[in-house]
């Protein structure tokens, strides 16, 4: 889908892919200079310009649904202030202003909030909360939202209100999305569990489900993931953490970053509508469109239809006298690869400080073992280091050899990347591995801001035109680059169907290696190279020989997209540490390699902590020398 633009149903988007919702309308009212003794949804009449700047905001920063300013507009919540009879003309004033600031970018949903009332107790008031709710919702729908989301319901018995008076009031012609928020026990008020409230919500035909508010991203994203299995599209909205006081002010703590990190693990568990809720600003929302872009749900993104066969993406034709150069010519690799000669590929990263010498000790003895090319990461795991395009010509210049480079989205936009593929092309660079990239928030300087501007398919579609000629803005090069292109993939992905699914986009936009993250199990490898084996592209295994018990537990447990098999936890337990583990870290890796030989390309082998000559000890045997 376009980054923004409403061009089919949103119910129709969710079941496609990610979307980017909006931040919290109060917060931001609040900041303007709007006092909490003021009836926010009044605004929509007295102030509506103020209104509209914030949704305006919001879709600014990437958000792709806007929710109306009508949290509190049903005549219950409005009588408090004496506004009861202009239900009406409060709400259809809200849908107005928030569709003038949307225009074809966004897709606007009408917000029914709480009534404030308390059930079950002498005098249950549940006859007056539905028709309340039943009035707000055929409102909503006249004035013509997308969707209507009933939110920040912490009583079971009003969410199930809420849902059936939209029903009857609209019946199925418009979304309705419903939300819980939820205690740090991730239950309602009664105590009543997510996945059973999530289960009730279906059965009375919520086509969204889904949680707001609650006590921040780590909660939300731990009851999104239990309503992932219901099978609807599934929404998460939390707030910026608990309000802390500081210097006598409340104030949310959760910082946009800390919020793009959460984000982007909602996307990849499953969740597919991500927003904020109280506390959040558009700086927040900026960072989960961000985390969109990296899952594909936003600009450079994916388009999946259904979940089936993806889109062919239509590459443009080279300008007249530009030849397209095939793989086989573009590079040695590359020829290796077309001749079908077994490849093997070892990482070496650059340093952190300023002298190359030892990196380039490591590939020259790499090299004259055999391997066939040098492996060079960008920033792994958000690291700051010695630019690995720098490194990869000052080990060509000095050894002659031929390097990989991983190019990855995080640090540059759009221009930048022009900039740095065509300068690397320049300089003699050809073999590209093309990745989305590891978030700031994981390596040594969290505040760091991640750009994002193009996620690994975006890159691909990127070098897939220079590779004819054609910069992103349709000007002639001159001339075409010559760049292989590789990409990633996780064979024990949590979300393994959606890594298959984007998989298939990276091969359609542009990519012609595959390079799996380290695995250790032949089964979970064949499962992916089975559904690769379609996709036409060869596989390079990636092999992390384990250092040791400790590092294979933290690979385990603390590295996304990793699994160990207990039976080879314990086999290093059982090696104790120091050389006896490194070695029978090599036997695993080398029985891996033994396993899939017959069913891949070659072997990506990234030695653990620098010790590079245990990837020679891995392919010992298995090189396929001149």
């Given at each position: ?47 509506p310009?103020?209104?509209r ?5 919001y879709?600014?920063?990437?958000a ?7 949290f ?23 849908v107005?202003?928030?569709r ?12 029914i909030?709480p ?7 002498v ?13 707000q919702?055929?409102?909503l729908?006249?004035?013509?939202v ?11 018995d ?11 009031a609209?019946?199925?012609d418009?979304t309705?999305i ?18 059973e ?7 009375r035909?919520v ?6 508010c ?38 949310y ?31 927040h ?14 600009s450079?993104g ?19 006298g ?12 590359g ?8 490849i ?9 400080g ?20 040098i ?40 221009l ?31 505040d760091a ?17 220079l ?7 349709g ?8 760049f292989?292109c ?38 979970v ?63 695993i ?31 010992d ?6």
């Amino acid at each position: 889908m376009s980054p923004r633009g409403p061009d089919r149903p949103l119910l129709a988007a969710l079941h496609e892919g990610p979307v980017v919702g909006d931040g919290g309308m109060g917060t931001q009212l609040y900041e303007r200079g709007v006092l909490f003794s003021v009836n926010y949804e009044e605004l929509n009449l007295t102030r509506p310009e103020l209104v509209r700047r914030v949704h305006e905001d919001y879709v600014r920063a990437g958000a792709q649904v806007i929710e109306t300013n009508t949290f509190g507009a049903n005549a219950i919540r409005l009588a408090r202030h004496g506004l009861d009879d202009r239900v009406r003309d409060i709400n259809l004033r809200a849908v107005e202003v928030a569709r003038e600031a949307a225009g074809e970018r966004a897709w606007v949903v009408g917000a029914i909030g709480p009534s404030g009332l308390v059930f079950g107790g002498v005098e249950d008031e549940s006859a007056r909360v539905r028709a309340a709710f039943h009035e707000q919702a055929t409102v909503l729908a006249e004035g013509g939202v997308d969707a209507i989301v009933v939110e920040t319901m912490r009583q079971p018995d009003e969410l199930f209100i809420a849902i059936d008076a939209v029903r009857a009031a609209v019946g199925r012609d418009v979304t309705l999305i419903a939300q819980a928020s939820l205690d740090e026990d991730l239950t309602m008020s009664d105590g009543t569990g997510i996945a059973e409230i999530g289960e009730a919500m279906k059965a009375r035909g919520v086509d969204v489900v889904g949680v707001n508010c609650s006590d921040g991203p780590q909660h939300v994203l731990d009851a999104a993931e239990l309503l992932v299995p219901l099978g609807l599209p599934v929404s998460a909205m939390p707030n910026a953490g608990l309000p802390r006081r500081v210097d006598e002010r409340f104030l949310y703590v959760a910082t946009p970053e800390y919020f793009g990190v959460y984000a982007r693990r909602m996307y990849k568990v499953g969740v597919r509508l991500v927003g904020g809720c109280c506390g959040t600003t558009p700086e927040h929302i900026k960072r989960i469109a961000a985390a969109a872009r990296m899952t594909g749900a936003s600009s450079g993104g994916p388009e999946v239809e259904g979940g089936e066969e993806p889109a062919v993406y239509a590459h443009p034709e080279p300008p007249q006298g530009v030849r397209v150069v095939p793989t086989g010519e573009k590079s040695r690799l590359g020829a290796k690869l077309a001749a079908g000669r077994f490849i093997v590929s070892v990482e070496v990263n650059p340093p952190a400080g300023l002298d190359p010498a030892r990196a380039i000790a490591a590939a020259k003895m790499l090299i004259d073992g055999g391997v066939d090319v040098i492996n060079i990461a960008d920033g792994a795991r958000a690291q700051a280091r010695m630019s690995n395009v720098a490194l990869a010509v000052r080990m060509q210049q000095a050894l002659g050899i031929e390097t990989l480079v991983h190019v990855c989205g995080r640090d540059r936009n759009l221009l930048a990347q022009v900039a740095h593929l065509v300068g690397a092309h320049v300089l003699g660079v050809r073999n590209l591995v093309v990745i989305t990239g590891d978030p700031p928030k994981m390596g040594d300087f969290p505040d760091a801001t991640a750009v994002y501007d193009l996620d690994s398919i975006g890159i691909l579609r990127l070098v897939a035109r220079l590779n004819r000629g054609i910069d992103p803005g349709g000007k002639p090069l001159g001339a075409a680059t010559a760049f292989l292109c590789a990409t990633g993939a996780e064979p024990a992905a949590l979300n393994y169907p959606r890594e298959i699914e984007r998989l298939r986009h990276k091969v359609a936009a542009g990519a012609e290696l595959v390079m799996t993250q380290p695995v250790y199990d032949p089964a979970v490898l064949g499962r992916m190279l089975d559904d690769v084996a379609p996709m036409g592209v060869p596989v390079l295994v990636g092999l992390l020989p384990l250092a040791s018990h400790r590092n294979a537990e933290f690979l385990h447990n603390e590295v996304p997209g990793m699994q160990i098999p207990d039976a080879i936890r314990e086999r290093m337990r059982k090696a104790g540490s120091g050389q006896d583990a490194r070695r029978e870290g090599v036997a695993i890796a080398r029985e891996m390699l033994e396993a899939v030989r017959g069913r891949v390309a070659g072997a990506y082998i990234m030695p653990p902590f620098e010790r590079h000559e245990l990837a020679l000890e891995v392919v010992d045997g298995f090189l396929d020398r001149d």
